[in-house]
């Protein structure tokens, strides 16, 4: 099983990135992302159910990102709006064989993303 995540990169605040998380090997229930800034730990971003397509996001992110999946491909998409300085942070791509709860962690996800870096200067 590999995730592949891609994308990140240097936006000023204000500005809009989107990452992209390939998947392959097998399918999942769940991928989603997260994110750790230096010093913090890793955070709960945002999910998608790869069947359903139900979403959920951390309050910070809320109105500004949007996760959105292409099943035939296995893969997920995180489009990032009015990015905030904030939110820099390495980002990590997930992928759950089970179902999780609407406000998971990092222990209910079996793969990892290699991280993608995301830097919002002011």
């Known amino acids: 099983v590999q995730l592949q995540a891609s994308g990140g990169g240097l936006v000023q605040a204000g500005g809009s990135l989107r990452l992209s998380c390939a998947a392959s090997?097998?399918?999942?229930?769940?991928m989603g992302w997260f994110r750790q800034a230096p010093g913090k730990e890793r955070e709960f971003v945002s999910r998608i159910n790869m069947s359903a397509g139900r979403t959920n996001y951390a309050d910070s992110v809320k109105g500004r990102f949007t996760i959105s999946r292409e099943g035939a491909k296995n893969t997920v998409y995180l489009q990032m709006n009015t990015l905030k300085p904030e939110d820099t942070a390495v980002y990590y791509c997930?992928?759950?064989?089970?179902?999780?709860?609407?406000?998971?962690?990092?222990?209910?996800?079996?793969?990892w993303g290699q991280g993608t870096l995301v830097t919002v200067s002011s």
């Open positions: 090997g097998r399918t999942f229930s769940n």
């Open positions: 997930a992928a759950a064989i089970f179902t999780t709860s609407l406000t998971p962690t990092a222990s209910d996800y079996n793969y």
